[in-house]
């Protein structure tokens, strides 16, 4: 099968690559934002959206004007990567997979591309990259990279830059070292627990920085805003992000190495997290009711990373031959296991489970778990994996891939 992995790499460029590498994110930005601001005009007036070729067109006569000739010191392939982004933006809106397209700010996703591999060459024995107007490049050379190179995106994060190379190769279906099937009911008081009992603890990263990030932000709202001063602040509070974000994709990465090493089939619950995190700010006809318990809820939500948690889950399971399945949330927890009794009642708190019916009692997200696996072998014994709960304009989940085969695989098993 086609395994396609990207591999981060710091780099290590001099000053005149530096600035030409922020003067290359800018023109990108800058094609992004007047392609979405021609996009809306032609809208205003009526007019059939504005196709990638269409606006390529509009791209040469930009790069060629005499009011934006620094246009044409950019690559014109990472021009072309600025329309390819915006047109698979508007593809994910008109499809209602993302919100309206909304334009860049210098400093926020500073990026470019260059999508050929004959664009660009590794230089891995040197520890360098060869990048087309910047010439070669050092990097850190932190791990081997196998396959064929396909493309590389330059970015910047709390000001350094780094490059993201994507390969791909072939690899023979692995076959699944384990022989058991679990299933994870995601938490905040629990990070996930496991249909057999155990559990894992929640990082917190957002909440173990958060008081020293806020004294940050108020010492940089103190500034001049863009002055020396100012702009020193504002590397902190960034230096802060970037520890908390680091933190949890460490985590994520650990916890999920570990569970798709030791299990064959997962099961999760088919989470909205971005519903479930939505603001109850409300408008002013119809304000919200418990406003700030929301919201402490809504960042307990997003510092958990459930949404990242699920995606490394997807491919990974991939590339260990099992297979992720995603599973209607409803009732998980109020749902007796032992009787199948559905009830409010059943939960008594937060973390105790005791079926009024016939008295089974445990832990609540225990039971949820055990729930959210016996659905998992429902669904995957009835053919009905794609089902997950989601709305038919939406796309099935991802985890749904080669669903088929592996089903047969797993039912050996």
Known sequence: MERYQAYRFELRPTGEQERAMRRFAGSCRFVYNKALALQKENHAAGNKFISYVAMAKYLTAWRNSSETPWLSDTPCSSSQQALIDLDRA??????????????KRKGTGDAFRYASSKEFKLDKGNDRVFLPKLGWIRYRNSREVFGELRKVTISKSCGKWFASILTRREVELPL??????????????????????????????????????????????????????????????????????????????????AITQNHVLVCIEDLQVGKMSRSAKGT????????????????AILDQGWGEFRRQLDYKMAWNGGMLLAVPPHHTSQTCPACGHVSEDNRQTQANFQ???????????????????????????????????????????????????????????
Request: aromatic residues 8%; contains cysteine.
């Open 90 to 103: 508007f593809k994910n809106f008109f499809e209602k997979r993302a919100g309206f397209p909304k334009f």
């Open 176 to 257: 699944p070292k384990a022989a058991t099937a679990i299933g994870i009911d995601v938490g905040i008081a629990r990070f996930a627990t496991l249909s057999d009992g155990s559990f894992i603890a929640p990082l917190n990263s957002f909440k173990k920085h958060q008081q020293r990030l806020a004294r940050y932000q108020r010492r940089m709202g103190r500034k001049v805003k863009f002055s020396s001063n100012w702009r020193k602040a504002k590397a902190r509070v960034q230096k802060i992000h970037t520890r908390i974000v680091n933190a949890r994709k460490d985590f994520l990465h650990k916890t999920t190495a």
């Open 284 to 299: 002013v006809e119809q304000p919200g009711k418990r406003v700030s318990q929301k919201s402490g809820l809504n960042r």
């Open 355 to 413: 079926c009024v019916n016939c008295g089974y009692t445990n832990h609540a997200d225990t039971v949820g778990a055990i729930n959210v696996l016996e659905r998992g072998h429902r669904l995957l014994a009835c053919g009905e994996m794609a089902q997950s709960g989601r709305s038919k304009k939406q796309e099935p989940a991802e985890a749904c891939r080669n669903s088929s085969r592996r089903a047969v695989e797993i039912s050996v098993l």
